[in-house]
């Protein structure tokens, strides 16, 4: 082979230096967060995105909801119910959506709250698409549609979250979602078609306008199967009413959006006729921070499924509502609800009283305690310890304590005062049961998807609600089921 010159030779390595120097800039700007990815949301539009997003910009109440369940901290602005919801101590913006609101106004809340992209979520038409295009090209943000109804809800949760860098959070929260909608979808599976209850939903402060089948906002009810009265009047939309048209349907259960129109119901002699009304079979819906029926139509309305099963199948459900309650606002919201607050959520939504908590002094009967107290006055003089009795009697004698009586037909009474005995000292007072309504909420048992975990974030202490102590794990539940904190990036 011929010997190339020593100019030649020189102008190779240069060449080469040069080769060099270029692939090593690409790879540190490739590494750089300026890296970006191409995203294809649900209406087939392809996004560029980049590759680490730190500021969301929510479109829509329902886009919010689904943010704010992920990564709280990313929300560029918060709305109101979500400042309520747990995101009272961040110093952010309030976002308001009006409606009717054009692209150049939304273009111009983007431009002046700066993030990395803009999310809107709901039923996905081309209205939306074109209108997500305007806004994009008017400020160069990404802009993602995402669907994000019951069918697909468990999967949007995973994939949002892993563009959020949250995926570990996501795929647990995933995981409770299949569990909550596979549950109603079995209770329907053993529930014939032609047994299922007559149904209006109520919006508004007047209760007359209400959903169709196939709105985003009648949904919920779809999905748990029952009979919409309003259903001949069409599909897909919001309707008004009349108040003959709600006497003439006389639906079996009325569900109220707004308390105006639950005390409506049960007050105004107008709507005595209605078989719910004297049956006692309306509801009201509970609201916050999030509707469990819609307001908005997204996230929050899983612990809903929960609510209208029991309500609407209470034979063939086994959840408790109260403890559903409380694991889902803890690992959605990051809230630690209490038990005075789960109550009046729940009571006017047809929940079942409770049972009052007992006394501290009071024995648990078929639980290996003691028997309860006699009657005041038939009770034998105490027997020394020494001395063994004569003679078993026949009713078991203890020191006074609570002084609950054994028959049906006597009345409450305290016992009377032991005289002050030095070999017997007299029993000490029973303490008064405790009032339990601010005690934080726990699931001790419950058949709600997840087990709880003790997490005390920032959006839960801006609330001004202490987090209580975790309860005790579901029985059989694997481990590992516990939710990372709000926000936590995973691993």
Known sequence: MPL???????????????????????????????????????????????????????????AEVLVFVLAPDKLAGLSRPARRGGGAGRRVPVLTWRPGMGPASMAETARRLHPDVIVDAGFVTPERAAFADQVQQLTGI???????????????????????DVGERA????RYTETAINAMRGTLLIRPADNRPHVYYGRGADGLETALPGSPEGEALNEAGVINVAAPLGHGHLVVITPAQLLAWNPEVIIAERRSFYDALRRNRTWRGLAAVRNKRVYLAPSSPFGWIDD????????????????????????????????????FYGIKLTNGQIEAMVRPAG?????????????LIGLGS?????????MNPPTPPAAPPQAAPTTPVLPPTSGIPT???????????????????????????????????????????????????????????????APPGRRGMSPGMGLPPRGTPAQ
């Open 4 to 62: 190339r010159p020593p100019a030649a030779r020189f102008r190779q390595k240069r060449r080469g230096a040069a080769l060099l120097l270029i692939l090593m800039a690409a790879f540190f700007i490739g590494a750089g967060p300026a890296r970006a990815a191409e995203f294809m949301d649900a209406a087939g539009r392809r996004v560029v995105l980049p590759d680490r997003i730190g500021r969301v910009m929510a479109a829509s109440p329902t």
């Open 142 to 164: 990404p802009y993602i549609l995402i669907d994000d109804g019951f069918p697909r809800m468990a999967t949007i949760l995973r994939n949002l979250g892993s563009l959020l």
């Open 171 to 174: 795929r647990h929260l995933g």
């Open 296 to 331: 908005p139509a997204g996230v929050n309305r899983l612990i809903g499924l929960y609510w209208l099963s029991g309500l609407f199948y209470p034979d063939t459900t086994q959840e408790d509502l109260r403890a559903a309650t409380c694991d889902f606002y803890d690992k």
């Open 351 to 363: 929940a079942a009283p409770s049972e009052a908590p007992r006394g501290f002094a009071e024995p």
């Open 370 to 378: 003691a028997p309860l107290s006699p009657l005041p006055g038939a």
């Open 407 to 469: 028959s049906p037909s006597t009345p409450m009474t305290p016992n009377a005062p032991l005289t002050p005995n030095p070999a017997t000292p007299s029993a000490p007072a029973t303490p008064a049961a405790p009032s339990t309504a601010a005690v934080t909420c726990a699931v001790p048992g419950s058949n709600s998807p997840l087990a709880m975990q003790p997490t005390a974030s920032s959006d839960a202490l801006a609330t001004g609600i202490a987090p209580g102590v």
